[in-house]
């Protein structure tokens, strides 16, 4: 579980002296408190932007704090009810009385300091290792951009230092690639078609993610490469860069290519797939270097039957290690598809083609993945998403440009005669498509 404390613990170290609590004190102050990362310090921090998961995590702290030692009010109320005291209760106060609270001094710059605190703040509790990242790089301009669009440009302002302008223009940048990433928000059972690009992802996860893609969008090869950025201007810049991918990914933007969440983000039982998110942001990036989205465009409509019918990345993703290291593989393979497609090759035997090269020649074709064989007469989760999937996706409208499947809400209405060719805005001449396909690919 995520401390309410932790992301301010090491904001800043200006004292040559600097006390520090160790990780039962900081339990401590959770229980005094009673958050547990869902109560009043917790919803201040994260502008009242607490995850289900959270909550629930906190509840089931909360009950075990409460059955095994009991509530710091249970504690205070001892003073308002002397004569029905639980003698347990009683020895546990006077022990919390004769106890005192440990400190540790460390000697030297501010430097020593933190070290020191994040040695001892990986004991008993360990940091994650995305905030443990971030902590060590809170002032460079990917960590405070990650940051931001974690928290959607609200909570604590870890950008506080810059000017009011700055200040405001980071908040909007990242309120709106929060959105467009993460929004509208995934529910479960699947009941809908307009999904986020990235679904539900835990706290750890999801700011893995938002970091991983700020410093993807900005060819950042570690995290401190930038060095600090004192004025913001830098911070700016990254988040102007990943707002042009997002847009490009879906959005209403006249750039943007419409990809539709299933399609490029699900498998067919509706789970996330990081390692396509990955692998479709690096391939963004090699479409706009070599200027190769016309060419998408005209295989398009096979492009997708080919990676939905033949879903390839989660095998790529495991022979590679992770989601983030396939990335450039995952990239390679979408890159292979459009090629084939180009070269008249037939959608059914793309994936045969691809598989008989070198360089993916340790893929397998199988069909799609089923939800799992079970004895009980209810429907899973995973099955009521997967037959919803199934029957609605064949439904979904179609670019009358490409014939690429559209978003449920970001399309654009085109013209089928030109306006400047004399054409009219009656219902005969319009037609929907990609905002990409209407505004670029079309003239």
Known sequence: MQSPLRPERAHDY?????????????????????????????????????????????????????TSIGSYKDYQSLTQNRGQVDQKFLD????????????????GNSEKA???????????????????????????????AARAIMRSGNGHK??????????????QLAQEIHQLIFEPKLKNPIKTLDLPI???????EKLEVILEFVNMVNSIEFDEQLGDDPTGDKTVELLKNCKKVVQRINSNHPSSLGLHPIIYFYNSTGKPKIGSFYGIVTLMLHLEKNKYFSKFIEVRKDFEWVIWQDDMVPQIVSKNGNALKARDKVKDFYIKVIEKLLQGIDKKSVIKEI?????????????????????????????????????????????????????????????????????????????????????????
């Open 158 to 171: 870890y950008w506080s230092d810059f000017s009011q302008e700055k200040q405001d223009e980071i908040e």
């Open 114 to 144: 933190e070290a020191s605190f994040f040695k001892i703040n990986q004991k008993a509790a360990p940091i994650g290792e995305t905030e443990m990242r971030l902590l060590q790089a809170r002032k460079t301009p990917n960590g405070v």
């Open 355 to 443: 598989i008989a090269e070198k360089g993916f020649e340790t893929l397998k074709t199988k069909t799609k993945s089923n939800t799992s064989d079970t004895q009980t007469k209810e429907f899973s989760r995973e099955t009521k998403a997967a037959a919803f999937i199934r029957d609605a996706l064949p439904g979904s409208p179609r670019c009358k440009i490409c014939g690429g499947c559209l978003p449920t809400r970001l399309n654009s209405i085109d013209h089928i005669k030109r306006k400047a060719d004399g054409g009219l805005g009656t219902l005969e001449n319009a037609q929907l498509t990609h905002p990409y396909c209407n505004t670029t690919y079309k003239n």
């Open 14 to 66: 200006s004292s040559a002296k600097y006390p520090q609590l160790d990780n039962p004190q900081l339990g401590l102050i959770a229980w005094i408190n009673d958050d547990y990362g869902d109560g009043k310090i917790s919803k201040e921090f994260y502008d009242g932007d607490i995850t289900e998961e959270q909550k629930n995590a906190a509840q089931e702290v909360r009950k075990l704090i409460k």
């Open 92 to 107: 546990r106060a006077r022990n919390l009385g004769a106890l005192g609270i440990q400190l540790q001094w460390v000697e």
């Open 198 to 204: 990235v679904g539900s992802l835990s706290v750890p």
